[in-house]
């Protein structure tokens, strides 16, 4: 049986870290939607549901991510009363957001090259004379 956290992994038959979703990973993807365009939280669900990284966000880990995100001032709300319907808070990126959006793609850059230099210590590791093969 596995720690929590970890499945067992078919092939191998050890118990591994589980893959899915990154601890935090919504919270880029919903700025990255708001910086190409101002959106309710609707629209933000479908969006984030198109996406195999972001899909099944319950909605309300969504409302309240973007009213974390509006204390932290890195978006800002209005009232959409145009059209037929009930008024709809529309959220919009700040400056202080876009700088946060940066902040965490460059995490994910660095995140990524020390990632490829495992990966590439351990193919190289794996094409050694005396490696044991996994």
């Known amino acids: ?23 935090g990973f919504i919270q880029p993807w919903l700025l990255l939607h708001l910086s190409q365009e101002p959106s309710h939280g609707y629209q933000l669900l479908e969006k984030l549901n198109r996406n195999e990284d972001t899909r099944g966000v319950d909605p309300g880990f969504l409302y309240r991510t ?24 529309v959220y919009e990126i700040t400056a202080d957001g876009m700088d946060f959006l940066r902040a965490w793609i460059d995490h ?27």
Not at 1 to 23: A, D, H, T
Not at 116 to 128: K, T
Request: proline share 4%.
């Open 1 to 23: 049986m596995c720690s929590e956290g970890k499945n067992k992994n078919v092939q191998s038959g050890f118990c591994s870290p589980q893959s899915g979703r990154i601890l």
């Open 66 to 89: 973007l009213r974390q995100f509006e204390n932290d001032r890195l978006v800002q709300s209005s009232w959409d009363v145009k059209g037929g319907g009930p008024a709809r808070r």
């Open 108 to 134: 994910v850059r660095s995140t990524r090259e020390r990632l490829g230099r495992l990966l590439h210590a351990y193919n190289s590791y794996l094409e050694s004379p005396g490696a044991k093969k996994a």
